[in-house]
């Protein structure tokens, strides 16, 4: 695919994904214009998954009280053809996870790292 310009190409895009077996994403937003869509997914699997396939250069990592709850958000961009296309996974954490919550991967932290 060479340019997201209609919805019907944004939403083949994530068909394509689908079809060579990635999980369907669990929130799907697409902002009128195609210029942005966005995609959530419900676990770390899905998400290395998703932004393998998509080819996604931007990480980041962002860690936030929600409540009295502490959530790690992690991101993975990219923009094909002036459609920035993120992929974000949210993850509820505890103190007891602090030392690894700035971590882009916390699969890849050795065991007796943690």
């Known amino acids: 695919m ?3 310009a209609t919805r019907a190409q944004a939403f083949g895009l994530i068909a394509e994904g689908v079809a060579v077996g990635l999980s369907a994403p669990w929130r ?6 195609c210029r942005y ?12 998954a998703w932004r ?8 980041s990592v962002r860690v936030y009280d929600a409540g009295g709850e502490i959530r790690r958000s992690s991101v993975a961009e990219v ?3 002036g459609c920035r296309i993120s992929v974000e996974l949210v993850e509820e954490v505890s103190t007891d996870d602090l030392d690894r919550l ?3 991967d916390p699969s890849s932290v050795e065991p007796e790292e943690r």
């Open 2 to 4: 060479t340019e997201l």
């Open 28 to 33: 799907l937003y697409l902002a009128r214009g």
């Open 37 to 48: 869509l966005s995609l959530s997914v419900g676990d770390r699997a899905e998400w290395n």
């Open 52 to 59: 393998t396939h998509l080819g996604c250069p931007e990480l």
């Open 79 to 81: 923009v094909l053809d």
């Open 102 to 104: 700035l971590v882009a």
